[in-house]
């Protein structure tokens, strides 16, 4: 007999021998055992997870002799005879085929004929989604009302192909990729029932190869048992699919978790031996990377996907997150750049030293606690458990000195963290804290004023500096702080006191007088002061003045006097043109022409041929009609398309924006205030955002 294959040999034969699709075998039963059957069933899905196989299951569910129940019997003739492929009612069709609408035609004839062997006539069509449209319109309304006895399956990879009228006629089932752990389990089964010697690792490496179809990963198999001579091992299978060996990836990976240069050099050294695609180890990298951050995140959602589920977790463990997003963000960098590289070589080994180069360093923190150790801030948190405890004194030890008393704006919690110093050590002088500047009274108080009491604030505790010899002696001269009596507002009131900030210098002291001019006023009195300042009444600079432009403009007619027809020029043509009471595209045609001549009535205008896409007769009539209307006389109009010699009246308004910007700009930049802006503080003037004050020129 001869060799059948084991995609063939192992087919399953009954809905108990199914692999996956849970989904589909759920709905098919209970339909099956309730007698709810349809009469027109569509699979679909990828190649090889079932389709056929399902349709041919239900067709021995249908006629098997034993009557319709979700588990044929799979001995009577019926069922033998559709595992052989020979029932004579169980008519399969390839539509790859036979795509033609006689073919069709021809398959509907004998649809409403009885079974001649079975229970029901069933019409298994593979591929469905490559007939005609033709063939689809003739096959409607027999798939809509099939004659009882007639059931149609129809399987497809491809069904966004087929017309929704067909959908719409049938129950759609979607069947589902084999994951390569269930992949995985069937081929052990297979191989363990056909007594070959296998590697587990062996066997995730087809079924990721088999890319979610269970017909390939039983071919590959086949292949991997003819490559290896009757069994089937690791590194046999990678030599036969030309991929690369999950453990290389992993001891790399491993070996950017130690930042270890070299050994990432090595690996690659020893990967590059058997000619790798360095995109696809980038990919795997990635994929790899992809897992252990998910591990690190939530460690239960890891599948076994890869079968290295166990070797991910170690990762997790080992690597910090940071490095993990990182690796993963220069890895898609470096595809992106690898084609760019010289060698692909090469371009892999600089991607993976990017990640060691761009990896961040634990950060050292020198501990501010005598005899502490340098904390890593960077690294993971560390067990509290293994924490070092601290080492012990020597014996000859000096007595700690003990504060005898302690100040009790100090909370406890520092007291207590501040350890003992030895007398043995030397004690640096600890800096006088600096007095506030003293309050200069504005307003003589009454006895009874008492300000209302601040809430308490615990401030941290800031080291102080060592004051100046300057500060010193003003310190040493400012009289001490006294007590404030209690406020009475009804006396305060009486005696005429204000809150407002006035300066302690006699009305006729010069400035510089007092040494303490240039103390600033406390926190308090800022407010005070700011509130008794006239702002309404302050004096305003005064505005730059213009410079003068060397070569003036001419100044042209007042608008608002009418021009004469005989005193009309190229000059007095702009304001005469301004005052038209013109809109649209007329009025932005017309300004663009200058004036040429005029006589006997008729005026000569030559249009810019840069504008002159939009100009037709009817703008000119436009024009023409206003001009005679201006000059109130018939005034004939003789428009030219050429190159303009003169300013045209859009010209002119264009150069008065433009200097009315430019005075602006120049006002901004001789104000003295944004002068010692721009010397003292490096200010920036945005061009852009200055904007002439005034009537716009229309």
């Not at 069933?41 to 190649?47: E, I, S, V």
């Not at 898609?332 to 961040?360: C, I, N, T, W």
Request: net charge negative.
């Amino acid at each position: 007999m001869s060799y059948q294959v084991l995609a063939r040999k192992w087919r399953p034969r009954s809905f108990k021998e199914l692999v996956g699709q849970t989904h589909v075998l759920q709905a098919l039963v209970n339909a099956l055992d309730q007698d709810r059957l349809h009469h027109a069933y569509l699979f679909t899905g990828t190649r090889g997870v079932g389709k056929t196989t399902i349709a041919r299951i239900l067709a021995k569910c249908l006629n098997c002799d034993e009557g319709v129940s979700s588990t044929p019997c799979g001995q009577c003739a019926a069922c033998c005879e559709i595992d052989d492929g020979r029932f004579v009612d169980l008519i399969e069709v390839d539509a790859a085929s036979r795509t033609k609408v006689e073919d069709t035609r021809e398959l509907l004839d004998n649809v409403q004929y009885a079974p001649t062997r079975g229970r029901f006539k069933v019409y298994l069509i593979d591929e469905v989604h490559m007939l005609s449209a033709h063939s689809f319109n003739a096959l409607l309304k027999t798939l809509e009302e099939p004659p009882p006895h007639v059931k149609f399956l129809l399987a497809t990879t491809d069904p966004q192909k087929l017309p929704i009228t067909i959908l719409s006629r049938c129950l759609q089932f979607g069947l589902k990729n084999m994951t390569p752990e269930r992949i995985v389990g069937h081929l052990e089964n297979v191989l363990s029932s056909e007594h070959i010697p296998y590697e587990t690792s062996a066997l995730w490496q087809l079924a990721r190869a088999a890319d979610g179809s269970m017909r390939d990963s039983l071919s590959l198999t086949d292949q991997a048992i003819a490559f290896g001579n009757g069994r089937v091992s690791e590194g046999e299978v990678s030599s036969m699919l030309g991929t690369i060996d999950q453990g290389q990836v992993m001891k790399m990976v491993r070996a950017l978790s130690s930042a270890d240069a070299g050994s990432v050099l090595k690996a690659v050294a020893e990967l590059a031996e058997h000619a790798p695609d360095y995109m696809a180890v980038l990919n795997d990298m990635l994929s790899v990377l992809h897992r252990v951050a998910i591990a690190q995140a939530v460690p239960d959602a890891v599948d076994n996907s890869q079968g290295d589920r166990e070797q991910v977790l170690q990762l997790a463990g080992n690597m910090r997150a940071e490095d993990v997003q990182l690796y993963y963000q220069i890895g898609l960098v470096g595809k992106r750049d690898l084609p760019l590289a010289p060698e692909p070589r090469s371009g892999f080994e600089m991607a993976l030293l990017r990640m060691l180069a761009f990896r961040p360093e634990p950060v050292q923190i020198e501990s501010t606690v005598a005899g502490g150790s340098p904390v890593d801030v960077a690294g993971p948190a560390a067990d509290p458990s293994e924490a070092a405890e601290p080492e012990p004194e020597p014996a000859n030890a000096a007595e700690p000195i003990v504060p005898e008393s302690v100040p009790e704006s100090v909370p406890e919690h520092v007291v207590e963290s501040v350890p003992p110093v030895s007398r043995s050590e030397e004690v640096a002088p600890v800096a006088e804290p600096v007095q506030p500047p003293p309050v200069v009274a504005v307003n003589p108080l009454p006895e009874n004023f008492s300000p209302s009491p601040a809430p308490a604030v615990v401030e941290p505790q800031v080291e102080q500096e060592q004051p100046s010899a300057e500060q010193s002696d003003y310190l040493s001269e400012a009289p001490p702080l006294q007590e404030a009596p209690p406020f009475d507002a009804d006396q305060a009131e009486a005696s005429g006191f204000q809150a407002d900030y006035v300066p302690a210098v006699a009305p006729d002291a010069e400035p510089g007088d007092r040494e303490d001019d240039d103390v600033p006023p406390p926190m308090s009195t800022y407010e005070s002061y700011a509130a008794s300042m006239d702002l309404q009444n302050l004096p305003m600079p005064e505005p730059a003045a213009v410079p003068q432009t060397v070569d003036e403009a001419p100044v042209l007619p007042d608008p608002s006097e009418r021009v004469c027809l005989t005193d009309l020029d190229a000059l007095s043509w702009i304001p005469v043109y301004r005052s038209l009471p013109l809109g649209g595209v007329t009025r932005t045609i017309g300004s663009h022409c200058e004036y040429v001549a005029h006589s006997s009535g008729r005026i000569d205008l030559r249009l810019d041929e840069r504008r002159s896409t939009l100009y037709n007769d009817t703008h000119r009539e436009r024009i023409e009609k206003a001009v005679s209307d201006y000059f109130q006389q018939p005034v004939r109009l003789q428009v030219e398309v050429g190159v303009v010699q003169t300013e045209t009246p859009a010209a002119w308004r264009e150069r008065k924006i433009a200097e009315r910007l430019q005075q602006a700009r120049d006002s901004i930049y001789s104000d003295a205030n944004v002068q010692s802006l721009i010397d003292q503080f490096t200010a920036v003037v945005l061009d852009d955002s200055i904007q002439p004050v005034g009537n716009v020129i229309k």
